[in-house]
């Protein structure tokens, strides 16, 4: 009789499934903008300031109220307040001022001029390029603001006030405290002081 052996029957292996590696996945990175297009974005809620004393410049923020710093409207309760479009209010109220941080808040305003976001720009990078804006000791009826540029040199914190300065070799010239300081990505980070 024969002996009957097994024979093993082939086992199927099964064929591995490809995974796919996660890949990360890319992050744009904002491309920054040419000085005119930062001036086209930012200039229209530029304010001037006019006092019987000095003129300066004010930035439109939420609420339609201009942020600008303290000196340029102290000791008044009312300023005059003008934008690049004619817009103009004759006795705007200087609501509350902060003289040791040197900030003051003008208004609210009848407007319908956007305003502009603040941004605490502590994130930026030393010898990023920044922009001032203001109104540079403007005489003219309808005064336009104008632009500089420049590179962030140093940050440096005032501890007690809670508060971040930023130096820039940017030039600047005289009743432009209260302008704004733009990142490269037209990011307002500040006041000029």
Do not use: C
């Not at 930012?42 to 004393?53: G, K, V, Y």
């Not at 005032?158 to 070799?169: A, V």
């Amino acid at each position: 009789m024969p002996v009957l052996t097994a024979t093993p029957v082939p086992k199927a292996t099964p064929t591995p499934v490809p995974t796919s590696t996660p890949e990360p996945t890319p992050v744009p990175t904002p491309s920054p903008l040419s000085p005119a297009e930062i001036f086209t974005l930012i200039s229209p809620s530029l304010a001037f300031i006019d006092t019987p004393t000095g003129t300066g410049s004010g930035i439109l923020i939420e609420g339609n109220y201009v942020l600008t710093n303290a000196h340029v409207v102290w000791p008044f309760e009312q300023v005059r307040v003008t934008f690049p479009d004619g817009s103009e209010f004759l006795e705007a109220p200087v609501m509350n001022t902060d003289p040791l941080g040197d900030l003051a808040i003008v208004g609210p305003l009848d407007t319908s001029i956007s305003p502009l976001d603040l941004t605490d720009g502590e994130d930026s990078v030393i010898g990023s390029e920044l922009f001032l804006i203001g109104y540079p000791a403007e005489e003219e009826e309808f005064p336009q603001p104008t632009i500089t540029r420049g590179i962030l040199s140093r940050l440096r914190e005032w501890e007690g006030l809670g508060m971040t300065y930023f130096q820039t070799d940017a030039s600047v010239a005289g009743s432009q405290s209260g302008g704004a300081l733009v990142s490269e990505f037209g990011d307002v980070m500040r006041l000029r002081f």
